[in-house]
């Protein structure tokens, strides 16, 4: 597998990071694995091809990590001309919420008379599932989002990749990171022994060893943390930056 971190930032864009996308070319597709609200210019900025992507993977409905849809939908549409199918896969209500977002933000474009194929699969949490030829399976994890926020673990026959989505710490995220040749996970902060909907350095480093990735990227990081990401690296853990490439 191949990760452009397209945005790793939080939802407040802390550090002048893009919020949340990771593109990953695997041996059977294209993904987008998030597509925060300010995904489709991050894109841009790093001259992806549009059109190449074929399907996007949703952790949960919050806007930084599915608010780039509505955009990414109308470009497909009037610019980049999209004339093959795509797939949005995510969990429990996320035709309804992005029904919504898309008539807050373009008012009867749900109507639209598309010129592309698209649907949305919604991933039952905890079942294993196929989505464009990988495995799938989520768990539920501890963030308010309206819906089941969740993270995931994908894997297309030859390497697994492994993501937190947002959470508090978690005993799922076990099971969800073992044995992945990368684990990407959530550090929003750098101290704080409870975080409503959030992890922490000092809550995350202690159970690295217990989390048993091959490889672990901090990603979703506020000022506290960015300040400390050297701490992180002399840890052995990759840190995420925009534009960042990595093989894995």
Known sequence: MHLTVIGCGDAFGSGGRSNTCFMLKTAKATLLVDCGASALPALKAQNIDLNSIDGIILSHLHGDHFGGLPFFMLDAQ???????????????????RLNAAMEVFFPKSTGSNWRFDWRVEEIAVGVPSDVLGHSIVTAEVIHQSG?????????????????????????????????????????????????????????????????????????????TMLAKTGEARAAGVLVAEDGLKLEF
């Open 78 to 96: 009037f610019l980049a001309r999209r004339d093959k199918p795509l797939l949005i896969a995510g969990p429990p209500g996320t035709r309804d």
């Open 147 to 223: 819906a089941p926020s969740t993270a995931l673990r994908l894997s297309d026959g030859q390497k697994t990749f492994a993501y937190s989505g947002d959470t508090e710490w978690t005993d799922a995220l076990l099971a969800i990171a073992r044995d992945a040749d990368l684990f990407i996970c959530e550090c929003y902060a750098y101290a704080g022994v409870r975080m409503t909907g959030h992890l922490s350095w000092e809550i995350l480093e202690p159970r690295l060893g217990a989390l048993a990735a091959r490889r672990t990227m901090l990603t979703h990081m506020n000022p």
